[in-house]
């Protein structure tokens, strides 16, 4: 059974940080590209930055460069998303998504979603 599981939301002041989690199980994570996307209330689902399968990333959002890291460890199916310095405008349900081979900005091109993580960033 193909799985990927957020984890590590929660409540964060601003300027804190919080390291997400997306563990991947049921499919050879290698093979695939990981995204993590972030749908906020009332707003569309957007890309936030993506992994390739060999470890190169790509933002998708330039307000999270210098802040958000993205990593992947293979060997234990997981991929990170480091995020610092948030910010209140941050708050939102925080998606993984993996695409066979290449990343895309567009969720829709995903073929496995995760149920997501909330963040929500507040003094």
């Known amino acids: 059974q193909v799985q990927l599981v957020e984890s590590g939301g929660g409540l964060v002041q601003p300027g804190g940080s919080l390291r997400l989690f997306c563990a991947a199980s049921?499919?050879?994570?290698?093979?695939?590209?990981i995204g993590w996307f972030r749908q906020a209330p009332g707003k569309e689902r957007e890309g936030v930055l993506c992994?390739?399968?060999?470890?190169?990333?790509?933002y998708y959002t330039d307000s999270v460069k210098g802040r958000f890291t993205i990593s992947r460890d293979n060997a234990k199916n997981t991929v990170y998303l480091q995020m610092n310095n948030l910010k209140p405008e941050e708050t939102a349900v925080y998606y993984c998504a993996a695409r066979y081979m290449l990343c895309s900005y567009s969720y829709t091109d995903s073929d496995y979603w995760g149920q997501g993580t909330q963040v929500t960033v507040s003094s």
């Open positions: 992994i390739a399968r060999r470890g190169s990333s790509t």
């Open positions: 049921g499919f050879t994570l290698n093979d695939y590209a």
